[in-house]
């Protein structure tokens, strides 16, 4: 009886800390976004390009823009960057899109970020025609924001 006691408490004590751990602001990974934002920048387009996504046209450059929301995604818990970007593609040749003349238009987006097992990474995916600040709202089930400590001081938030 006092070892199933005892593995309770056990596995009682691992949910705890493994809920507290999804809770708890990440304060270091702000500044490891900030430091590492010019190569996840890279790695961004170049992955964006490789799923050849919008279908028909090729990605020619990102704009990036100084604006980065923090957030948590609500199933996951993982912590997410969402950065504004201004997107140029052009006409994949023989395609449908050749002959389109909105093509050319630069596309607002918010590029996605994921910081998993101690580093930031990206999948390439975009936000289209969404400031961080709207995906977070207009995505309001899915993330939850998270305001950094800088701006936590400022607000007079803790």
Known sequence: M???????????IVVLWFVLKSQCTPRDEFAAFEQQRSELETLFLKLARQRGKPRGLRWVN??????VVFAREVQTGLFTALAAV????????????????AVGLLREASAVFHYQDGNWGTGGRALFNMHPGDAIERLEGQFEPVTPPSQQSLSGTA
Do not use: H
């Not at 990102?62 to 604006?67: A, G, L």
């Not at 997107?87 to 395609?95: C, D, K």
């Open 2 to 12: 006092i070892y199933w006691v005892l593995g309770f408490i056990a596995l009682l």
């Open 62 to 67: 990102c704009d990036w823009q100084p604006e």
């Open 86 to 101: 201004n997107i140029s593609f052009e006409a994949v040749e023989g395609e449908d899109m050749e002959e389109v003349e």
